[in-house]
């Protein structure tokens, strides 16, 4: 290795407290950063076994069905007028099923499929008829042109 001269030829040597500084540094880096280090034992994992056939439950989902005509269809029913903004015949079957389920200690999932060009609006209404009925665990999907 080269030894550093300087202008009037004196010669300063191998500078060790730049290397010394640049190692501190690095320590420093590496003692932060193990802290942030979880350990195995304290990580929460669920791991695959039996499951117990009680504690399934096995739910019916209810598909609302928006067209983009503005027609509403309850499992493939249609339901009321595509200008029909109150939906009585869709809160009514929306609520027997509700009570139904509440008497059978079940639940009601809803899912609410709409065509892509389908107008936004029907898609509220079918919301409002979800909400009078007291239906709330919804999804939402789109249907796929084919």
Do not use: C, W
Request: glycine residues 4%.
């Amino acid at each position: 290795m080269k030894s550093v001269v300087e202008d009037d030829g004196q010669n300063l040597g191998f500078q060790i407290a730049p290397m010394i500084d640049v190692v501190f540094v690095i320590m420093l880096f590496f003692m932060v950063m193990a802290g942030t280090i979880k350990v195995e034992n304290h990580l929460v994992t669920n791991l695959p076994g039996i499951s117990e056939s009680e504690s399934v439950e096995f739910v019916d989902e209810t598909l609302i069905g928006v067209a983009e005509d503005g027609e509403i269809t309850l499992n493939d029913e249609p339901m009321d007028t595509p200008t029909d903004k109150n939906m009585p015949q869709l809160k009514g079957s929306l609520a027997r099923m509700k009570q139904n389920a509440d008497a059978s200690k079940n639940k009601v999932v809803v899912t609410i499929q709409s065509e892509p060009q389908a107008k936004y609006d029907r898609v509220i209404d079918a919301l409002n008829a979800l909400t009078a009925a007291r239906i709330s665990d919804v999804t939402f999907t789109v249907t796929e042109d084919e």
